[in-house]
């Protein structure tokens, strides 16, 4: 998961870096951002978790697959409040698409500066011409968009375990991990020194350090609904 | 239709005409029953036998009581059916001048533009969202011609109320201008002219002649609109507000997003009852037409 925002508006170097900075942004260019309902797609989806880590002192570690209970009245409402604070300054006053192809469209076509968006995705949708070669591509160093890794399960007692495992070698190869950096925008399922360090350095600004990965159990449905009937409605957009 | 006519023919009782008529309707009565009447009575018993903390079934009327009671709920009802009616009554207004039109105009012209108001019968949704945010969307089509011409964009309809609406109305075009053409189908030429040769006006010959006629047809297409909207899903999906939300979207939300079986079924229901008010409408204007013959 990474931003996305249109390089003729808002040049490389100016591009926010941090939570503060983003939020920064946003409310100095209201109506130049939108990210999707946090249900309809992982964009919007994990730049809503990302307000959530940043209230709880941007510390992923606190939340954990089973403590929605304890932790779940204390940790969503200041987020839900943070998430309100910028509805002012999305576009058309606290709009929000239902989907992460429309936000990519909406920025095709101008209609916004930034958008949070997959970094498949979005490198897909640049090389077809989806989204014009001006779009950059940014990611938070403070702590990351949260992101999921794709992981493939081998049966212990598979008919063809042997083959799978080969296959499982072949993905972890330099060449396949460098086309997931290259091809994908992903991260890489190996540890950095198995990939070159000239990739390493040219995707520095869009591969963090570390993917950070929110929960889902109890946390999913509470943070869906949470945010439909705390930040989706009472906004004023009648301006 | 009477098969007494086949029966004659055929030389056989009255009786075996009854059975082989009961039989040609015993295929769809049976999918109706097992496919529609069976899953409304399964849900409202679902909806009203929860299971308690002690793992037993119990009568319940909790998850209507919260519908009823829960402002989110209650305004996303309260959308849905100003999206419906709204959409209704535009569809009505934009769709009986076309059915007029292609009634009584002749030539090549007409060929087009029946052609222009069925064509969205031919368009999937979801095509027709992602088109509508290309044109009437922020910076869409309409935008740059606005451009074009130096006037001021428009406020974009997309993700506000009106969007579904101007999609549902496209959308709902073709059905309701076949329905409104079929109804204007039984108003004869004769009573148009016999009308016109004592000097009624195109306003008294719509108002006296044809609309009396047509009234049924009327109902049924508004009922037909008010049933496809009311569910509708895709278009609201894409077009319409975060909050508050149309029930199509909400009970996929509540089911899908939020893991609440119960709660989806209960907001499936209360429409369902909603719909079923104009389906009503509908069975009674077929029921009296066909008294009328």
């Known amino acids: 998961m990474l931003l996305a925002y249109d390089t003729t508006k808002l040049k490389p170097e100016d591009a926010p870096k941090t939570w503060d900075a983003l939020v920064a942004w946003i409310k100095a260019n209201p109506g130049q951002f939108i990210y999707n309902r946090p249900d309809k797609g992982g964009a919007g989806g994990n730049f809503v978790r990302r307000a959530i880590w940043e209230v709880n002192g941007r510390d992923p570690s606190k939340f954990t697959i089973d403590n929605y209970k304890e932790f779940g009245d204390k940790a969503l409402p200041p987020a839900w409040e943070l998430l309100k604070s910028l509805a002012p300054s999305m576009m058309d006053q606290g709009a929000y698409t239902s989907g992460n192809t429309q936000s990519i469209q909406l920025l095709s076509q101008g209609a916004v500066t930034m958008v949070p968006a997959w970094s498949d995705q979005a490198l897909q949708a640049i090389s077809t011409g989806v989204l014009p070669e001006t779009t950059g591509l940014v990611q938070l160093t403070d702590l990351a968009l949260a992101g999921g890794f794709t992981k493939i399960g081998v049966f212990t007692n598979g008919v063809n375990k042997d083959l799978a495992l080969k296959l499982c070698d072949f993905v972890l190869t330099e060449e396949i991990q460098s086309a997931v950096i290259t091809e994908l925008g992903g991260f890489p399922g190996v540890s950095w020194d198995y990939v070159s360090k000239e990739l390493h350095d040219k995707y520095k600004d869009v591969i963090p350090a570390s993917i950070p990965v929110f929960p889902s159990g109890d946390w999913e449905k509470n943070i869906n609904d949470g945010w439909y009937r705390n930040v989706a409605p009472n906004v004023d957009r009648s301006k | 239709m009477s098969l007494s006519p086949t029966s004659d023919i055929v030389g056989a009782s009255k009786k075996s005409g009854g059975l082989i008529g009961l039989l040609l309707v015993a295929v769809p009565v049976l999918l109706i029953g097992w496919m529609i009447i069976y899953p ?214 509540t089911f899908r997003d939020l893991y609440d079986p119960p709660n989806a079924i209960t907001q499936a229901v209360v429409s369902f009852g909603f719909c079923i008010v104009f389906g009503l409408f509908y069975v009674r204007s077929v029921v009296r037409n066909q008294r009328a013959r």
């Open chain 2, 40 to 253: 409304i009575i399964a849900a409202v018993i679902t909806t009203l036998w929860l299971r308690n903390d002690a793992g037993a079934y119990v009568f319940s009327t909790q998850t209507y009581r919260f519908f009823f009671t829960d402002g989110y709920s209650l305004a996303n009802l309260g959308l849905t059916l100003w999206t419906t009616v709204v959409c209704a009554i535009i569809l009505l207004v934009v769709c009986l001048p076309i059915a007029l039109y292609l009634r009584f105009a002749t030539g090549r012209l007409a060929v087009y533009v029946q052609g222009l108001a069925i064509f969205p019968l031919f368009v999937p949704s979801i095509i027709l969202s992602y088109a509508f945010i290309r044109v009437l969307g922020p910076n869409g089509m309409l935008d740059i011609l606005l451009n074009a011409a130096h006037l001021p964009k428009i406020r974009s309809p997309y993700l506000t109320p009106w969007g579904p609406v101007i999609g549902l109305v496209w959308d709902h075009i073709p059905l309701t201008v076949l329905i409104l053409m079929a109804g204007l189908g039984s108003v004869s030429d004769a009573s148009i002219e016999a009308a016109k040769d004592v000097g009624a006006g195109p306003v008294t010959r719509l108002w006296y002649i044809i609309l009396p006629r047509i009234s049924n047809s009327i109902l049924v297409a508004a009922s037909f609109a008010v049933l496809g909207i009311f569910s509708a899903f895709t278009l609201p999906y894409v077009l319409g507000p975060a909050a508050p939300e149309m029930m199509g979207p909400f009970m996929q939300r």
